[in-house]
């Protein structure tokens, strides 16, 4: 027995012998029983095993309820039945309904190893999924989790795709829907590769880690929430396959692993946010349009009504990235003082859900509520029922004490800046672990500069992580300048602020 | 420290607040430096691991020199550029020669994960590989790992690509070209999913696990060898991903994987055999011709000489199947008593070696050499030569003395046979494990049986394996029989027993 945890990974190591006496080769399902619990394992064959022992991790030895030297009795199991189905979709043959639910059934109990996994989602990738398997796995991605239930419908959501640092613009959009007397019960996730998430820069306002009783409570005392997702167990096979398709820079469950993350909340009118630009993960409107299409015909066979929002992702939102410093600029937003774009883009994606369930002049509706203070108020009511301090003010939100500035070196327009490159600095400056941490633009697309003017300054908590990130910074040079300021054509050609298209 | 081994994997495994506090996300990489050695390691991340501990396996903590609660210092390390050659991989691109090297180097070394591996293996297999591609991936397969010469050339050599119950062709056709004065250092593998590979043939006559001094040894003495391959380290990156493709079922390095252990043993002749039906791994000619031109191809640019023989592949070939069983007929056939199928197949593919040296006339000579006893003295000075008993009778290999006779439910002409049902049936009987147990055919394509007359014979060591395998030849029923011995009009269609082409 090994007293650790493999990741709830169920594998059994033997030692070659032991394998070749049960003609169980690595990779091979064994069956192993303990009295009258039997359980089914992924075997590994390793060399300094004695004859006629398995090793085993804690999880498989606490279903097994064994103790060190108990004895079991182990035969090579059959094939599971989902993994004909992977060696199926390896070959291109589309999959059936049941299929798909075996398959994902079977990645949260464990049977299928990471092999398994990571090639069934590399084939994915490659041969995409029809529409019909899409929503089969969205299905069995909530049936194989916890759902929440919130009462009578609409329940209203708003996601991302994510890609654009800075992008802030829930904590904006939930008050706003809340404050209107409508359900949004708002789940995020923690950056990943971003320098902050929601969840993240929420944490700097309240905690974000709640239970499921208390984030019912805190939307029936409030009608909204803005919490970590990560925990809730909703749609738990997501998690499973995110982890796999990490390393291997694939997404190809984006849809089904964002509706089912809505359809266990319980949601029934979600706008989807597709930022859209060269810098951003979709790069022309015309993949944008195919994608939000997919999005609307999959939320009508999962019962979801589903608007998509298409919008400028050509450089940051706002001017702050870094959980606390976005943190601050979403209360400070909220307060009446906000950069254009985050105002138009909260707005707009708020007027959206207020459109969806048949209010007129969503926007402008959106727009009174920020202006009027009730905005403000309902994400202190929120912040407040989250075990927060109602009474925050932005200056109080702690931000990195190292900060140094990036100067243009030359005049001009501001052409193009690199939001990958903005995030990656943010994240040499420590964000997201550490939350003070993050870039604030002095400068954005359009804006004239002179020399030795702002462009962007870095905040850091640590000395050594603000030289890297100023180090860094020296290498990307995120921004392009036009040589002179007059040199507008470029310019001419990026639409408005904010594109919005249904 | 785990004192337990991975198998060679390089895992290193932290708990969440640790990988937090590193920026490591699981998947992730991370530099582990302890006094003057340094690995990269793959971070998993588990729950029950304490703050600020790294949790290593036994070949981790070696290369480190750890002992345990020696103090490391941990980063996070940047992505190999392997893992960037098999994302672009998993986008379709092509990649250079270099770029497959990299790859080859890092499964080798460790430092990519089974997830990357099965990914990079599930590209390969839906996208395929150019011919490019393939020669580079049999260099690197060559270049990391040993490589054996044996003096001036024409080194011969013999690969069926498998499939095949019973296929025990090597034992003939080695000694045929080594009592011709020529050199054939034959390696061969164990079953993986067949109830006999070569090596498990060839253990029932003499010792198959020989060191590389060993087999250098019998080579000079005898001018061939029957030995494993599997511990010489020849192409050990084949090893892995073999591992790797065996739960999926795919083999996208059929080419690569087969050239890469020829290169490596030195041969420069090399004849092999595409068994061809609907009953084999390749199932039409047309298959059968465009992989064997592929084999010619891939072979000029890595400079072997290739011809392929496109064999009959409806049943099993002889009559045995299973280890012991299959060697003594291999040894009887040598003394002068053969099925007819085995003897064909055995006389043409040393002929065509013969031919492809030089030799005229090659199958008639391989003939006259069996005739002749010369290929029986030789196999038995092979046997000698590999530590086993030169003197051996085919009566002495022992058998399954667990028997049972499967009978013909009617008269009629054998139409089919199931080649997977008799390898599975023999594998039931314990195959390959117990040496002893297999399977006898009693008829085969085309023969007239009567009811209840001898279809097959079942051979086990122990009685609960022969009534398993019993059982098992019921539900399968391996052999198709007309309803009445006129009816030939679908045997019309079946080309002589032995179809070679070049």
Redesign the interface.
């Known amino acids: 027995m090994?007293h650790?945890?493999?990741?709830g990974k169920r594998i059994a190591?033997l030692g070659d012998e032991t394998a070749?006496?049960l003609?169980v080769?690595?990779?091979?399902r064994i069956s192993v029983a303990h009295k009258q619990n039997t359980i089914v394992a992924i075997a590994?064959?390793?060399?300094?095993?004695p004859e006629n022992r398995i090793?085993f991790y804690?999880e498989t030895s606490q279903i097994l309820k064994l103790k060190d030297g108990d004895r079991v009795e182990a035969q090579l199991a059959q094939i599971p039945e989902s993994?004909i189905h992977?060696?199926a979709k390896?070959k291109?043959q589309r999959l059936r309904e049941k299929d798909i639910t075996k398959i994902v059934q079977d990645v949260v109990e464990r049977h299928l190893?990471?092999?398994?996994?990571?090639?069934f989602?590399?084939?994915l990738?490659?041969?995409g999924l029809s529409m019909g398997e899409s929503e089969a796995m969205s299905r069995a991605m909530v049936e194989t989790g916890k759902t929440l239930s919130f009462g009578e419908p609409p329940i209203l959501d708003k996601h991302s795709i994510g890609g654009i640092p800075g992008d802030k613009t829930s904590i904006l959009v939930v008050p706003i829907i809340a404050a209107a007397g409508m359900t949004i019960p708002k789940t995020s996730s923690r950056a990943?590769t971003s320098p902050a998430g929601t969840a993240d820069r929420v944490e700097t306002l309240c905690p974000v880690n709640l239970t499921i009783d208390e984030i019912r409570e805190t939307v029936n005392k409030t009608n909204g929430c803005l919490v970590w997702g990560g925990s809730l167990e909703l749609a738990p096979a997501d998690d499973l396959f995110i982890?796999?398709e990490?390393?291997?820079?694939?997404d190809p469950l984006l849809l089904p692993s964002i509706m089912s993350k809505k359809k266990a909340i319980g949601a029934t009118h979600v706008v989807i946010d597709i930022p859209t630009g060269a810098g951003a993960k979709i790069k022309t409107m015309t993949e944008a349009y195919l994608l939000a299409s997919d999005f609307v015909d999959l939320g009508k066979r999962l019962g979801l009504t589903i608007q998509c929002a298409l919008t400028f992702g050509e450089q940051p939102l706002g001017c702050a990235v870094g959980p606390a410093l976005e943190a601050r600029e979403a209360l400070t937003a909220l307060m009446g003082e906000s950069p254009r774009d985050l105002y138009e883009k909260a707005t707009s994606l708020a007027g959206l859900l207020f459109e969806m369930v048949g209010i007129e002049s969503g926007k402008h509706k959106a727009e009174s509520i920020i202006q009027s203070g009730r905005a403000e108020q309902k994400l202190r009511e929120i912040i407040e029922a989250q075990g927060g301090n109602p009474d925050l003010k932005p200056e109080e939100i702690k931000v990195g004490d190292k900060t140094a500035i990036v100067a243009a070196g030359q005049s001009g327009r501001v052409l193009w800046i690199n939001s990958e490159s903005i995030a990656q600095i943010a994240?040499e400056a420590g964000a997201p672990?550490e939350k003070g941490a993050g870039v604030i633009l002095k400068t954005k697309l359009g804006d004239i500069v002179k020399k030795d003017s702002s462009l962007f300054k870095i905040y850091a908590e640590r000395g050594a992580k603000l030289e890297s990130a100023l180090e860094l910074a020296k290498t990307l040079q995120p921004y392009v300048l036009s040589r002179k300021a007059e040199e507008q054509m470029i310019l001419d050609q990026v639409p408005a602020n904010v594109v919005l298209e249904k």
Chains 1, 2 share one sequence.
Do not use: F, M, W
């Open positions: 090994l650790i945890t493999a990741g190591i070749a006496s003609g080769h690595s990779g091979d590994n064959i390793a060399k300094d095993i090793g804690e993994l992977v060696r390896l291109g190893s990471e092999i398994e996994i990571s090639a989602l590399t084939a990738s490659i041969h990943v982890q796999v990490y390393p291997l820079g694939i994240r672990r």
